[in-house]
């Protein structure tokens, strides 16, 4: 047994989208959606199937731009009145395909949406990271050996940095393929330096580098 309503025809001056919730909490149609605190469309329609879930339909009238495939949608209470919900829209991370009109979507929790936003993070913050080791590795083999000293000790303080603020995944990654990675860059930089008899001044780096791997 359910109930339907009916969604309104589909008008083509926004853009529509269907969004399925486990449950609705609530919200009736002609709640406002919400992107950064501004309303930048409305719920059109609610469905409740007979799978026991709801699709709700809404339109979004500006910020287009911003409805992209990383945008997340979740129920919230209507900052207008607190007595009715609203659909809040965020983005997990920026860029992202733009959705298209018409497009269906799975709804989102706060709280799911707050895992998306920070794994989102660090896989663009890894992603970085891994780049600038790769530039780094470039210009260790450019540089005099006293100003590769130099970047290889700032590396080694930057990978200590970026220990501390990984969860068990990143760790694993850093000893399994970063730290192999530094141990092969430093034996070249000491091979550089053998030749001119200074390879015991890398001694500092590899003490350093020891310790953290037995921090992981």
Not at 123 to 139: H, I, N, R, S, V
Not at 166 to 179: F, H, M, P, V, Y
Request: with cysteine.
């Amino acid at each position: 047994m359910f109930f339907l309503l009916i969604f309104p025809g589909c008008r083509e001056s926004g853009l529509n989208l269907k969004i399925r919730y486990d449950q609705a909490h609530g919200l009736k149609k002609g709640a406002p959606v919400i992107f950064e605190k501004n309303a930048i469309g409305t719920v059109t329609g609610i469905e409740y199937t007979d799978k026991g879930d709801y699709w709700v339909a809404v339109m979004i009238h500006t910020d287009f731009a911003a409805a992209t495939e990383h945008a997340r949608f979740f129920i919230i209470d209507d900052p207008r009145d607190k007595s009715s919900k609203a659909v809040e829209m965020v983005r997990a991370h920026p860029g992202g395909t733009p959705l298209k009109n018409r497009a269906t979507v799975e709804g989102s929790t706060r709280t799911s949406v707050f895992f998306d936003q920070m794994i989102g993070g660090f896989t663009q913050g890894f992603e970085d990271l891994t780049w600038q080791f790769d530039q780094f590795a470039k210009d260790l083999s450019r540089v005099p050996e006293s100003e590769a000293f130099q970047k290889f000790e700032s590396e080694l303080k930057r990978l200590a940095d970026e220990i501390e603020r990984s969860g068990k995944t990143a760790r694993d990654t850093i000893e399994k393929e970063w730290l192999p990675r530094l141990k092969q860059e430093l034996e070249k930089l000491k091979e550089r330096m053998r030749k001119s008899g200074r390879e015991d001044e890398l001694k500092p780096l590899e003490r350093k580098l020891e310790k953290i791997k037995t921090s992981l």
